[in-house]
């Protein structure tokens, strides 16, 4: 009788302590993902596309020295937001390892190719369009729940932290994928901007629907001065100028449309992040910022190694960090560090209208569990 007894008071001890693990790793802020190959940390490995980074030399400077699926030689921007607010990364919802406690860590839908447009990316065929990454989203809040109930999912969700970043494909793989794309026939450049943009408020109001109340937005980068349309379009090594265009047009208006929606609100929930004024910076000077380059890319062929795709047959730098472009299309994980660096500390000429260390700071107030940023060691 005694044994039953201690059999009992010890199953009583474990459950108590799987519980409290649970409660506690709840507690934890979640972070969610959506967008493309910029913040894909390996969704596309698991989808019958060409948009894929699983293959060397991708991930040469990751901790593994492997790929991951990830657009860079090692971390991307959503890694290096999870190390700052101290969590750890986020899996992509396709891994069958996100399971369990790991669903309380959040989950990056994040999918290569993809744009604010669902016929954005066709050439890639099987990637997640926006669309689908939210039906994924609301099917994550399920599985959650199963794990610790509707009431703490909600919370989870209400209390998270997301990222999400679109627009590029819409310009280079979609309206000046070829000339006289359907796109481009249709609209003139301004009018396809507005457009966008219109069609971008109802997935972000879409995301606030489904619970999300800390969101940042990133706008494009320079489209025109990446490698790939150095090589495709510029003649004498300057920014190929129907794309700077394309951006300059979009950029703001995606600014005014989160002050709006925002407004409409009655809270700071959706964050501009300028991050094509911080790849300005480094392109224009990149020796200030330790880049000997900011138009050859590290791995690639062809004139600024800009065409074709990255792989064990092209150029590879033996140096990463002295290169602003990973690839034809995507920075070096330490251009990705001082983008995120802008995010955690840039003034209102890169966020807007706070940047993530005050937004950190505010939700703390309420929360001060939250509080886990790390600035001060992160950057190098």
Not at 259 to 279: C, H, K, M
Not at 330 to 357: K, W
Request: a neutral charge.
């Amino acid at each position: 009788m005694g044994s039953s007894k201690s059999s009992l008071a010890i199953l009583l001890c474990l459950i108590l302590v799987v519980l409290s693990n649970v409660v506690l790793k709840a507690e934890a802020r979640a972070f969610f993902v959506f967008g493309d190959s910029l913040v894909d940390n390996g969704n596309n490995n698991y989808l019958a596309t060409s948009a894929r980074a699983d293959s060397p030399p991708y991930g040469i400077d990751y901790p593994t020295h492997r790929p991951t699926g990830r657009f860079s030689n090692g971390y991307n921007i959503p890694d290096l937001i999870s190390q700052a607010i101290g969590e750890e990364s986020t899996l992509p919802y396709l891994s069958p390892y996100l399971t369990g406690d790991k669903l309380l860590v959040g989950a990056n839908f994040a999918s290569a190719g993809v744009g604010i447009l669902n016929d954005t990316g066709v050439q890639f065929v099987n990637i997640i369009r926006i669309t689908l990454q939210m039906q994924y989203f609301e099917q994550y809040q399920q599985r959650v729940s199963d794990i610790i109930g509707p009431e703490e999912t909600q919370r989870l969700v209400n209390s998270a932290l997301t990222l999400i970043t679109l627009g590029g494909n819409d310009f280079v793989n979609n309206y000046y994928l070829v000339p006289f794309s359907a796109r481009s026939r249709q609209f003139s450049l301004p009018d396809y901007v507005v457009y966008l943009i219109s069609e971008y408020r109802k997935v972000l109001t879409r995301l606030y629907e489904l619970g999300l109340r800390r969101i940042l937005v990133t706008g494009t980068g320079p489209l025109g001065c990446v490698p790939a349309e150095l090589a495709q379009r510029s003649r004498d090594g300057n920014c190929a100028p129907d794309l700077q265009r394309a951006a300059s047009l979009f950029n703001p208006q995606l600014q005014e449309m989160l002050d709006s929606l925002n407004s409409e609100i009655g809270s700071n929930v959706f964050i501009g992040a300028n991050i094509r004024q911080t790849n300005i910076d480094f392109i224009s000077d990149p020796q200030r910022y330790g880049f000997v380059t900011s138009k050859v890319a590290c791995c690639g062929q062809g004139p600024y190694n800009g065409l074709g795709l990255c792989t064990q047959l092209s150029n590879v730098c033996p140096n990463r960090d002295i290169y602003a472009f990973w690839d034809a299309f995507h920075p070096s994980e330490r251009a990705n560090r001082i983008i995120v660096r802008q995010i955690l500390t840039g003034t209102t000429d890169y966020m807007s209208p706070m940047n993530l260390s005050t937004i950190m700071a505010l939700d703390a107030a309420s929360n001060p569990a939250q509080l886990k940023i790390q600035v001060g060691t992160f950057y190098t």
